[in-house]
């Protein structure tokens, strides 16, 4: 079992920047892949960041160069750095982890079938 907690999410005003977080417990942090998933109303899930345990980053091309994804396996915790902020990124922000025993190409990650685990989703809402 891998238990994630998420914090961070807030309104905030367009071109601001806010850092969510997400604490995992119940396995070892470095044992797990993490990813964050967002959804809008009336919106599917939609892929956002992920961060293999080399430390291996990808993104969606909607927030690249945006967000950052990071990871301190001493502290359990996966964080997402949310630059320049638009109406657009509004949705509730999913932190979610994988327990993998091989490499995985970055199309498995961009699942949300792929991971195991998820958080209870923290809301992000930019205004204009």
């Known amino acids: 079992q891998v238990q994630l907690v998420e914090s961070g999410g807030g309104l905030v005003q367009a071109g601001v920047s806010l850092s969510l977080s997400c604490a995992a417990s119940g396995r070892t942090f470095s044992s797990i892949a993490m990813g964050w998933f967002r959804q809008a109303p009336g919106k599917e899930r939609e892929f956002v960041a992920t961060?293999?345990?080399?430390?291996?980053?990808y993104y969606a091309d909607s927030v690249k160069g945006r967000f950052t994804i990071s990871r301190d396996n001493a502290k359990n915790t996966v964080y997402l750095q949310m630059n320049n902020l638009k109406p657009e990124d509004t949705a509730a922000y999913y932190c979610?982890?994988?327990?993998?025993?091989?490499?995985?190409?970055?199309?498995?990650?961009?699942?949300?079938?792929?991971?195991?685990?998820w958080g209870q989703g923290t809301q992000v809402t930019v205004s204009s």
């Open positions: 979610a982890a994988v327990v993998g025993t091989g490499y995985m190409n970055n199309a498995y990650y961009t699942s949300a079938a792929s991971y195991d685990y």
């Open positions: 961060i293999r345990r080399s430390g291996t980053t």
